[in-house]
């Protein structure tokens, strides 16, 4: 039985599954398990050939189901619950992230402050399936904007689609999530056409856990989701009114992630990978960073290895003095 709705907004609840038999009770217990639970969840089996369909009959009519018949991706799974879902607001979960219990609880009571809001995120940490946090929380990395926030959007995406809750008109109206095939950004991009209209809010507290494997969409072919991204950047200068304006803004973007990229396959031990970003970076703006970075590839690759063998060793033994007497 769906819970009594609370005054004020519907939230419609979001998850789209495939093959996802053993991490999917886990994410509906933390939905179900919520201090405000949400009016409706709607689970969409993306054609799954596993055990999901048994355990989401164990649910019963606490959820609502919709199964396609062919796979079509995370993309069009979301589309379709944002179609059908009755909510006035629309929150997402993976079917192997969770949420803390006050999660819903704590975005409604800022959204009742600030009813212009296109996309409310929170805080995230990731996690593997030891519990072993692997990334630390947003916030610890970098300062978040709040607000007005598509120029820094543009540049990183910081808006993860399982903690994400938002108005489900704004989202339909910016076009809903992307349906192309791609390994990484689907979401990104909806939240940058959002964030073109509307404020984008993150609170700073995790409430959102993501789960960290080595098959998740994004993590293996990292390649394709470079490509991808600048693809990204390339729709939206053509898409959106504001960045045809300052076309700029697309071109630091994609620099920024170039020379990103390429230190991470320096780092990585690629340098003939990371050499090729770097230079792409050259063809989006001047800076002194990729030509360093370019040089340093350089070296030979040994020398880099044993390089980072010692700052590993320096690293580790700073953490094992702790700090300074006072």
């Not at 969409?44 to 018949?69: E, H, M, P, Q, V």
């Not at 959102?208 to 989701?225: C, F, K, N, Q």
Request: hydrophobic share 40%.
């Amino acid at each position: 039985m769906s819970p009594t709705p609370a005054p004020g907004h519907r939230v419609s609840v979001i998850v789209p599954v495939h093959n996802g038999e053993r991490y999917l009770a886990a994410a509906l217990d933390s939905i179900l398990g919520q201090t405000r639970p949400p009016e409706e969840i709607i689970v969409i089996d993306d054609a799954s050939t596993d055990a999901t369909a048994s355990i989401l009959d164990g649910y019963g009519d606490r959820l609502r189901r919709i199964r396609t018949a062919q796979a079509g991706g995370p993309g069009r799974a979301r589309n379709l619950g944002l179609q059908a879902a009755t909510g006035d607001l629309a929150a997402f979960l993976d079917a192997d992230d969770l949420w803390t219990p006050d999660k819903l609880e704590r975005q409604l009571a800022f959204a009742a402050g600030h009813a212009d809001f296109g996309v409310l995120a929170t805080n995230v940490e990731g996690f593997d399936d030891e519990g072993r946090i692997l990334s630390p929380s947003l916030e610890q990395a970098e300062r978040i904007p709040q607000g007005w926030v598509l120029p820094a959007l543009l540049r990183r995406n910081w808006v993860a689609t399982s903690s994400a809750l938002a108005p489900r008109a704004r989202l339909l109206a910016a076009g809903g999530f992307d349906e192309q095939p791609c390994r990484l950004g689907e979401d990104w991009l909806l939240w940058m056409r959002v964030a073109a209209e509307h404020p984008v809010y993150l609170l700073p507290e995790v409430l959102t856990r993501r789960r960290v494997r080595p098959d998740s969409l994004g993590h293996g072919d990292t390649e394709a989701t470079f490509h991808d991204l600048l693809r990204h950047l390339e729709r939206l200068q053509g898409e959106l009114e504001y960045l045809r304006q300052h076309p700029e803004l697309t071109r630091q973007a994609a620099y920024a992630i170039c020379v990103h990229r390429g230190v991470q396959d320096f780092h990585h031990l690629q340098p003939q990978r990371a050499r090729a970003k770097l230079a792409l970076a050259q063809r989006y703006g001047p800076g002194w960073r990729p030509r360093l970075w370019i040089a340093a590839t350089y070296l030979p690759v040994p020398w880099l290895a044993a390089a980072k063998r010692v700052l590993a060793e320096v690293r580790r033994g700073e953490r094992g003095r702790g700090p300074a007497p006072a």
